[in-house]
């Protein structure tokens, strides 16, 4: 069983940084993928980064690649999502979540765990 706290959400300006951290409960946190996702206003969920067990291999949806960095540290169990040069579509309640797998994937569906979302509005 994991349970996933997300934190650092907030209204930023077009621009501008911030730093999403999803803390993780739970002994399998250091042996299991995890990804980010986001719902924006009037959308479904989207796929946003994925990192395998170690943090050895990411991947990103093209929307955010070179914008926003997924990274992890197994010791404090917590998955981080830096996010840069924001812009207003990217506005939206972001999730983490968490796999019963050393890979992550790019689907929702093979998530088993999940935060309950910290919000992100950037401004124009």
């Known amino acids: 069983q994991v349970q996933l706290v997300e934190s650092g959400g907030g209204l930023v300006q077009a621009g501008g940084s911030l730093r999403l951290s999803c803390a993780a409960s739970?002994?399998?946190?250091?042996?299991?993928?995890m990804g980010w996702f986001r719902q924006g206003p009037g959308k479904e969920r989207e796929f946003v980064a994925t990192i395998n067990w170690s943090g050895g291999s990411t991947t990103y949806a093209d929307s955010v690649k070179g914008r926003f960095t997924i990274s992890r540290d197994n010791a404090k169990n917590t998955v981080y999502l830096q996010m840069n040069s924001l812009k207003p579509e990217d506005t939206a309640v972001y999730y983490c979540?968490?796999?019963?797998?050393?890979?992550?994937?790019?689907?929702?569906?093979?998530?088993?765990?999940w935060g309950q979302g910290t919000q992100v509005t950037v401004s124009s």
């Open positions: 739970g002994r399998t946190f250091s042996t299991s993928a």
């Open positions: 979540a968490a796999r019963t797998s050393y890979s992550g994937s790019y689907y929702s569906s093979e998530y088993m765990y």
